[in-house]
């Protein structure tokens, strides 16, 4: 394992990136280094996807399984396409109508992907992030870069540069800090390698506009209980994207009355109608549409997992299609109540 060496940070305008900045990190990419940028949802740490040593970085600085495969970023369809062995008709549409955007293509791989990045998988992830900072630097470098989000692996995503250096300062060479990112939760990943295709990880891009576009036929959905669930994907393990804080889920305000141990604790609730709150709470979170949940969601863990509550208790919003991305990650990063033992 190589020396630990202080990751440097350049601050740089989300929608006017100075391009010093950008040309800079591109170097960093095109010696083999890494680097952490912001995309629309989260923030990636960045290798040149073309480059197994490189890539091989990644998985050491996360600590990452190496079953776990990474997604490959473009600026455009072409480099996409130079990316797949196949891109039907389908793969045009989806780009022309979510990219730039959330929306992860999954397509068989061509030569130019090395096994590390797959997972020795006959297939690649592919995505064209909104951002301009993203955009630009893989331009600049010109290359494809692979890049899964920028923590320790089972930890919390990052959506700010801050989240970024607290988890991997002295692991990476530099974060291109560009502020908090708009979206806030990971990229929708579509398998289309498959017929019908598959959603593998529901996300942004929610699977009613994806089977409009799809021509109505519904793409295959993962399970709704990922807590028993096999990963659907390889990396969509049960439990993943956790706070350190123990972190429970309750169904209803009943269930959490229900348990007076949980005192003292932090509570997260969402939709537009918070149960009363508690004397028992210690600080009461709540995100109140499916989008500012998403935005805040981890943000929102980061700070409680600062402030050191004894607990989290977030009450799950419903079990419908416009909360699914954000149910599929509270399922991964909280344990169901009944798995805590009562005591007071
Ligand atoms: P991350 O970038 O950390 O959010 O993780 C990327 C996720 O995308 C992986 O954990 C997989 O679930 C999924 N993924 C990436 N490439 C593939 C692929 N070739 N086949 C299936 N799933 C993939
Ligand atoms: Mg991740």
Redesign the pocket.
């Given at each position: 394992m190589s020396e630990p060496r202080p990751t440097r940070i350049l601050a740089v305008d989300a929608e006017i990136p100075d391009p010093a900045a950008i040309d800079e990190a591109a170097r960093v990419l095109n010696s083999g280094g890494l680097v952490a940028f912001a995309t629309e949802t989260v923030y990636?740490l960045g290798a040149v996807a073309t480059d197994p040593e490189a890539v091989a970085r990644i998985f050491a600085a996360k600590g990452r399984p190496s079953i776990?495969?990474?997604?490959v970023h473009v600026d455009d369809v072409d480099r996409a396409r130079a990316c797949v062995s196949e891109w039907p008709a389908i793969a045009d549409q989806l780009a022309a109508q979510f990219w730039p955007g959330p929306l992860?293509m999954?397509l068989p791989r061509s030569f130019a992907i090395p096994d590390v990045v797959?997972a020795g998988?006959p297939?690649?992830?592919v995505r064209c992030p909104a951002l301009l900072v993203a955009r630009n630097l893989i331009a600049r470098c010109d290359r494809p870069l692979a890049?899964?989000?920028a923590n320790r692996s089972n930890r919390l995503?990052p959506t700010r540069a801050e989240h970024v250096l607290a988890d991997l300062d002295g692991r990476i060479d530099l974060i291109l800090n560009s502020g908090p990112t708009s979206v806030g939760l990971?990229s929708t990943?579509l398998?289309l390698s498959t017929d019908p295709p598959r959603l593998?990880?529901p996300g942004p891009i929610d699977a009613e506009r994806l089977s409009e576009a799809l021509g109505g036929h519904a793409p295959i959905l993962p399970s709704t209980d990922s807590s028993t669930d096999r990963p659907s994907?390889?990396?969509?393990m049960p439990v993943h994207y956790a706070p350190r804080t123990p972190a429970y889920r309750v169904d209803s305000a009943e269930e959490y009355r229900d348990r007076p141990d949980l005192a003292g604790w932090a509570i997260i609730q969402f939709g537009p109608e918070p149960i009363e709150p508690d004397a028992r709470t210690a600080r009461q979170i709540c995100l109140d549409s499916p989008e500012r949940a998403a935005h805040r969601l981890y943000d929102v863990l980061h700070i409680l997992d600062h402030l050191q509550p004894p607990g989290i208790v977030v009450v799950m919003p419903p079990d419908r299609p416009e909360w699914r991305a954000v149910r599929d990650r509270l399922l991964r990063a909280t344990r169901p109540i009944a798995e805590r033992p009562r005591s007071s």
């Amino acid at each position: 394992m190589s020396e630990p060496r202080p990751t440097r940070i350049l601050a740089v305008d989300a929608e006017i990136p100075d391009p010093a900045a950008i040309d800079e990190a591109a170097r960093v990419l095109n010696s083999g280094g890494l680097v952490a940028f912001a995309t629309e949802t989260v923030y990636g740490l960045g290798a040149v996807a073309t480059d197994p040593e490189a890539v091989a970085r990644i998985f050491a600085a996360k600590g990452r399984p190496s079953i776990n495969p990474l997604i490959v970023h473009v600026d455009d369809v072409d480099r996409a396409r130079a990316c797949v062995s196949e891109w039907p008709a389908i793969a045009d549409q989806l780009a022309a109508q979510f990219w730039p955007g959330p929306l992860t293509m999954v397509l068989p791989r061509s030569f130019a992907i090395p096994d590390v990045v797959t997972a020795g998988l006959p297939t690649v992830g592919v995505r064209c992030p909104a951002l301009l900072v993203a955009r630009n630097l893989i331009a600049r470098c010109d290359r494809p870069l692979a890049a899964p989000s920028a923590n320790r692996s089972n930890r919390l995503s990052p959506t700010r540069a801050e989240h970024v250096l607290a988890d991997l300062d002295g692991r990476i060479d530099l974060i291109l800090n560009s502020g908090p990112t708009s979206v806030g939760l990971e990229s929708t990943v579509l398998d289309l390698s498959t017929d019908p295709p598959r959603l593998l990880r529901p996300g942004p891009i929610d699977a009613e506009r994806l089977s409009e576009a799809l021509g109505g036929h519904a793409p295959i959905l993962p399970s709704t209980d990922s807590s028993t669930d096999r990963p659907s994907s390889p990396g969509q393990m049960p439990v993943h994207y956790a706070p350190r804080t123990p972190a429970y889920r309750v169904d209803s305000a009943e269930e959490y009355r229900d348990r007076p141990d949980l005192a003292g604790w932090a509570i997260i609730q969402f939709g537009p109608e918070p149960i009363e709150p508690d004397a028992r709470t210690a600080r009461q979170i709540c995100l109140d549409s499916p989008e500012r949940a998403a935005h805040r969601l981890y943000d929102v863990l980061h700070i409680l997992d600062h402030l050191q509550p004894p607990g989290i208790v977030v009450v799950m919003p419903p079990d419908r299609p416009e909360w699914r991305a954000v149910r599929d990650r509270l399922l991964r990063a909280t344990r169901p109540i009944a798995e805590r033992p009562r005591s007071s």
